[in-house]
């Protein structure tokens, strides 16, 4: 295996994206959690899928169309809330259908034979990028340049929003600028696991860490870290027993917490 990584450059790019994306899902997952944001998170994940059609439909990287319908759909989530009585479940079931319909209408209009979209909806680790490399570096530092400068204000904004209203901080930009994260995290994770199985790669490591801490910053820290081991575990797994990878990152998360789960309770 680490021959091959030394040897194989898809493998190399392959454990550089397992590292971006376990800082995302540390810094990032943990909000989600904490905030109880997790269908909101799939519901930009599906109607990033628009996009992701777009892209093969106009002749762009996919992916790039992907991003656009990510963040578009975010703040309209934020802004439709905010104007309307609607309720964020209403607004997330209309666009996480709405994204994927559009999906498969703009692969059905595309020229030539339909595109394998397999590695978009579940993942493949293996077939990351130079291209996708540079695009998910760019994103995670912007996550965590971003993060770090309103690191303060974001928990306060998830344990304590009243107080930061209190104090004439703009929690309207906040959560905007939250949600545009979030649609920037789901972009770096689709590569990795896809857009069916990214809710659960977001959620399961701060879902871990907080079976062992409580302490906010060291449940980022350890999601990071959780992150990288379960994503290299897969990948290992995936290398050396032909199966999708992006499944096997999420069976073997999965699997892993509720093991934690019954021996905390047993224990």
């Known amino acids: 295996m680490f021959e091959a990584i030394i040897n194989y450059q898809f493998m190399q790019y392959a454990v550089i994206s397992i590292i971006l994306a376990s800082i995302v899902c540390g810094i990032i997952g943990t909000i989600v959690v904490e905030k109880k944001l997790v269908m ?9 899928f628009g996009g992701i059609g777009l892209g093969f439909l106009i ?22 809330k905010r104007k309307t009585n609607t309720s964020s479940d209403t607004i997330i079931a209309m666009l996480w259908s709405l994204g994927m319909a559009l999906g498969i209408l703009f692969i059905s209009l595309t020229d030539g034979y339909p595109p394998d979209m397999t ?3 579940f993942g493949d680790i293996l077939t990351v990028s130079k291209i996708d490399i540079y695009l998910m570096s760019t994103l995670t ?8 400068a309103f690191f303060n204000y974001i928990k306060s904004y998830l344990f304590d929003e ?9 929690t309207s930009f906040l959560e905007y600028f939250l949600f ?14 896809g857009i069916i199985l990214v809710i ?16 906010f910053n060291n449940i980022i820290l350890l999601s990071s870290l959780i992150g990288i081991i379960l994503c290299f575990l897969g990948l290992v797994f995936s290398y050396y027993f032909n199966i999708p990878s992006g499944a096997t ?18 224990r």
């Open 180 to 193: 545009v994260l979030i649609a920037l995290s789901i972009v770096i994770l689709i590569k990795v696991v």
């Open 249 to 266: 990152i999420i069976i073997l998360s999965s699997i892993t917490y509720f093991v934690l789960v019954l021996f905390k309770q047993i």
């Open 40 to 48: 909101m998170s799939g519901g930009i994940a599906h109607a990033s």
């Open 200 to 215: 659960t790669l977001l959620t399961v490591p701060p879902a871990i860490s907080k079976l062992l801490t409580y302490n």
């Open 162 to 170: 009243t107080f930061l209203n209190s104090k004439g901080i703009n």
């Open 59 to 80: 002749g762009i990287e996919p992916i790039i169309g992907g991003l656009f319908f990510a963040v578009t759909s975010s703040i309209s989530i934020v802004s439709i």
């Open 141 to 148: 530092l912007i996550i965590v340049i971003s993060s770090l």
């Open 119 to 121: 590695t978009y909806l």
